[in-house]
């Protein structure tokens, strides 16, 4: 069982910064490729940055120089360090894994396992 747990969502005002965390059950960390994705009102999933095992990252042009994802393997943990943040990033936020080689990208549809999500919310 594939259990991923997001936290560090909240609100905050444009210019700000948030850090998300993704904290997956211990037995199943080492996916090979987890990411983050988001989700508004109305509007499709979006990709928005994902890790493979050898820490290799791949980013949306929507949040590259702006968002930074990284992994402590030690906590089994996936972070987004989310700077500059826009009122057109309020969504909720989730992580998602993937287990099987050697697809890894930006496509929601590849990823089988999901937490529950995080709100971020960007007044202007």
């Known amino acids: 069982q594939v259990t991923l747990v997001e936290s560090g969502g909240g609100s905050v005002q444009a210019g700000g910064s948030l850090r998300l965390s993704c904290t997956a059950s211990?037995?199943?960390?080492?996916?090979?490729?987890i990411g983050w994705f988001r989700q508004a009102p109305g509007k499709e999933r979006e990709g928005l940055a994902v890790v493979r095992d050898d820490g290799s990252p791949t980013y949306s042009d929507s949040v590259k120089g702006r968002f930074t994802i990284s992994q402590d393997n030690a906590k089994n943990t996936l972070y987004l360090q989310m700077n500059s943040l826009k009122p057109e990033d309020t969504a909720m936020y989730s992580c998602?894994?993937?287990?099987?080689?050697?697809?890894?990208?930006?496509?929601?549809?590849?990823?089988?396992?999901w937490g529950q999500g995080t709100q971020v919310t960007v007044s202007s």
């Open positions: 998602a894994a993937r287990y099987i080689r050697p697809k890894c990208n930006l496509v929601s549809g590849l990823f089988p396992y």
């Open positions: 211990k037995d199943t960390y080492r996916p090979y490729c």
